[in-house]
Structures are given as C-alpha cells and as structure tokens.
C-alpha cells in the first residue's frame, strides 16, 4: 500500500484481548468487580462515565488496602495476543510512512503498563485517552479523571459518545494538528465498541474499519449505519491473526 497512512487503534478487546478496566477487578477483588458493574449501569440514570465509575472503584480498592504493584502486575498479564504484536511491529518496521495513534476510553497508567510490559512504549506516535495518576498523598491510590473535563462544557457529540470523550472529535482534532484528513492517503481504524461508531463517520470512502465482529460496533453499524452515511470500507475480524493478515498488504 503506497503513500501515507494511520492506523487508529482502540484499547479494549481490539489491541488488547480484553476490557482493561475491568480486567483489573476481576483480577484483584470479585467483590469490585460486581460494584464497578453497577455503577457502570447506574441506579436507572443510564450508562454512566466510565473513567468516574472506574475511580470510584479505585479508591474502594485503595481503602481495602489494595497496592500499586498489584493493578501493575494485574495490567502486565492482561490478555494480548502475540499475533496484534507481530501485526504492528511487523508493519512498523516495514513502512516508515506508518503512523499508529491509539484512541481509547482506557486511562494513561493502564495502557503505558501494558505497551511498556510488551516493549511497544515507541509503538503509538499519541495515545489519546483518560488522564490518570497516582495520588501524591497516597502513592498506591490510582486516580483516573476525563478526557473532557466536566468543567468544560458538553463536547456536543449527536450520536451518543458519553461525556467524558467523543471519539470522532477527538479523531478530528489529531487529523486537524496533522494537516489535515487528505494529509493522509489511507486511515485504517481497528475497533469493537460502541464509541468507536463515531470516528467511523468522520472517515472517507476508501479508508478502512477493521470490526470485530459480533460486538457492539458491528451492531451499530448494521443498525445505524447506513442512515448515518457512513462512507468507510469495512471489514470483519474475530481473532487477531486475521488482522496480522491483513496488514501484509498495508
Ligand atoms: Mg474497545
Ligand atoms: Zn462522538
């Protein structure tokens, strides 16, 4: 594939096998687990922001005497397939007009764990994601905050991005710093959820989504897609091998 191109990845279950947020929890206390899972679904207030559900049950696990090096050590055995890292390192090193940008509703301590745990800290030219650090007070406290603070106001996103991040925007924004969209010949975005539909409409004809199917993206597309407009070429993924296939031809 000729000229230059982006590749966006989302976090959870696209780069890694799994959801890091939850991960976590279900690693550490089973009890967590469950009280991240409802707060997520709110008391009948609708899904709720996820990096505020995801500190609140960080400072419960903080208060139940839970230690830094136990989230890292939870973040480095993550699930994460060898072949996503063969795709990448492998495209890396053979197209220099290759940039990865990674686009999550993960945190900074979470994902710089687990790139930093497989060697791929040099991967991503940017890594847009929640704010998070450990508390100066309390060193074993992880603190996590939005993306788009709730001082600001509303991002303004139609087409159901939560409050703490829209992902279009945010795709806009970087391409915007970059040159602009037409400053790349190709984006390619590789993601599963929900959130991940509003970056897709943002793409051209000619750039490509890579879905994993049966997730919620994959629904949104057949369901929205089409009265959305959505221009992208897409294709389907269940296992990352099928996208180390791929990128041979990128
Ligand atoms: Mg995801
Ligand atoms: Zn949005």
């Known amino acids: 594939m000729p000229g230059k191109q982006l590749i966006v990845f989302d976090f959870d279950w696209s780069f890694v096998d799994q959801d890091t947020d939850r991960w976590v929890f279900e690693v550490l206390s089973t009890e967590l687990r469950r009280l991240l899972q409802t707060r ?20 419960d696990l903080y208060e139940r005497g839970f230690k830094r090096e136990q989230i890292l050590e939870a973040l480095r055995i993550l699930p994460f397939h060898p072949a996503m890292r063969r795709a990448v390192t492998s495209l890396k090193g053979r197209n220099a007009d290759t940039t990865f940008l990674c686009l999550s509703n993960s945190n900074e301590i979470y994902i710089s764990t687990i790139l930093e745990k497989h060697n791929l800290s040099d991967l991503f030219a940017a890594i847009i994601t929640n704010p998070a650090r450990w508390s100066p007070s309390a060193p074993d406290h992880l603190l996590i905050d939005r993306r788009h603070p709730a001082s600001l106001p509303p991002h303004g996103c139609t087409v159901g991005c939560l409050a703490n991040m829209c992902k279009g925007a945010e795709l806009d924004d970087y391409l915007a710093e970059q040159g602009g969209k037409d400053s790349f010949d190709k984006i390619v975005y590789v993601g599963d959820g929900e959130n991940d539909f509003c970056p ?13 199917k049966g997730l919620e993206l994959d629904k949104r597309i057949k369901e929205e897609g089409e009265k959305a407009g959505l221009k992208v070429d897409v294709k389907y993924w269940e296992q990352a091998w099928q996208i180390d296939e791929w990128v041979e031809r990128f």
């Open 200 to 212: 897709l409409l943002r793409m051209r004809k000619g750039d490509l989504a890579c879905v994993r």
């Open 40 to 59: 997520k679904a709110g008391d009948g207030t609708g899904m709720q922001c996820t990096p505020d559900v995801v500190n609140d049950t960080m400072k």
